[in-house]
């Protein structure tokens, strides 16, 4: 945006209030979430939305064992292909202390499996929220609750919700919260030496960084390749090494410790001023955990693993923004099984003394992806960080792997809704889309989820699983060898492109000011006035407040 002040400040009151003023009229994206349970259940969203006095109903239900269950459902009408289907609810059980209470959807094309899932306990309202997007209209549908181990306990549900936004809808609202999380109002005031304001200053402001970490992972074919670092750097402000920091890359065999590729990948970030995340200290899937540790065990393991910290720490104190301390650990329990269930918070609090200023992740898979994975819902993430904290952890931060293959975006932003009542740091730590679809397809569906991330105010970055190897990538390239980009990469570009602040011109108005809205990060400002010129730089942080900066000529 460009222009004085006034018109300025009247541009970014649109920006905010876009989504409220002619022509778009649709509903606001409510993100209202609760992760304890109630005695009673609150409200429902959006007043209930096409489920307004809608009755639930009992119908039959084959379950995953073959078996016929009666669940309550409601009977849905007229469901369009390319809407975005919010759904929440609140949940109460009978029959059992607790259970796994998952929300599925049948038309008469196809089931989906799950469109939300909520661990409840018997005796409060636990808040289930979802949704889904259906690959072709339906006439009638049943959106059904049922135990997920098909266990036949009753199941009340109240203040249940369905909300439809159109894509346009959607991506309005997104936008709305682009501009009031990602960027700032500022403000130039431009005076002489004696305090009067100058007007007619030429300015020219320009975002030299960004403030949101965005990037990808690496590995050590980034060394000495200088076409794929010019290429990397000229985009990413945020790094992570895809296996060279993993036990097994670095202590293949007991006692040979080897970081000279790791050393050489941190000279780069160094060189670059890029920011890396640290990944990972252990792996919980045995599958990846070198071989001569997973023989042993007791306090030949035990040594091994304080050893396998101290290194790693003495050798990379704060050097790294993160540390994924025990990975999957949702999935996998090698190191619990072996040493007792608080080994992991051992892991945490032992890394946490060695480096303090580090934030230290619970990083997993399949906890945006989707709800059917049990052992990663998005209450049992909460669950097991909650444990961590009320065991001492501090630091720590919310992993989110992020391997899709159809992103469902109102699961996604349900999910990071419930997450972010934790108060933590969210980060997308390896998002990517899946080698099955095609490079068209699979570059949809990952600006899809570049844009659920960036628009979410509690996810703080976003890396990429995208590290190029001579053979391709684990599942999804951003270039060819040659550094021509793919699909995948054009949205990268243009989505780093839109979410940058363009050079900003203008001149100041009669208060002697200059306004503009900006993404947060660095500038630099240059002003002249008449045949004087002069240099400056300032930053844009979060706020509410604008951002007034002082340059005298």
Sequence with gaps: MRGPLSFCLGVILLFHASFLASPYDGPLYDSSAHTKCKVQPEEPLYNGGILKNQALDVHPIVGDNGNTDYWPAFVLQNLTQGTIYCFSSWVQ??????????ASLMTEHEIYNCIGTVVTKYGCWSFLKGGFELTSSSNFSLLYFQNSNDSNINISIASASLQPFTKEQWRMNQQNKINSERKRAVTVHVSDGHGDKLQGAEI????????????SAIAKTILGNVPYQNWFVERFNAVVFENELKWEATESKPGQINYTTSDQMLEFVRANQIVARGHNIFWEDPKY?????????????????????????????????????????????????????????????TVHEADPLVTLFMNEFNVVETCSDENSTVDVYIQRMRELKEGGVEMDGIGLEGHFTVPNLALIRAVLDKLATLGLPIWLTEVDVSSKLDQETQAIYLEEVLREGFSHPSVHGIM?????????CYQ????????NNLPAGNVVDKLLKEWQTGPEQGQTDEHGAYGFYGFLGEYQVTVTYGNRSVNSTFSLCKSDETRHFNIQL
Excluded at 209 to 214: A, E, L, T, W, Y
Excluded at 321 to 330: F, G, K, P, R, Y
Aim: charged letters at 20%.
């Design 93 to 102: 059980i009978n029959g059992a202390s607790s259970a796994h209470v998952r």
């Design 204 to 215: 020219m402001a320009k975002q030299v960084s960004k403030d949101f970490p965005f990037g």
């Design 289 to 349: 955990i070198p071989e001569w540790v997973r023989n042993l065990t007791g306090l030949e393991l035990q040594s091994a693993v304080s050893s396998r910290i101290e290194s790693l720490m003495s050798k990379y104190k704060e050097e790294f923004i993160h540390w994924d301390v025990s990975n999957e650990m949702l999935h996998y329990d090698f190191y619990e099984q072996r040493l007792g269930p608080n080994a992991t918070l051992h892991f945490f609090e």
């Design 464 to 472: 990429m699983w995208t590290a190029l190897h001579p053979n391709g």
């Design 476 to 483: 999804m390239c951003l270039t060819d060898n040659d550094f």
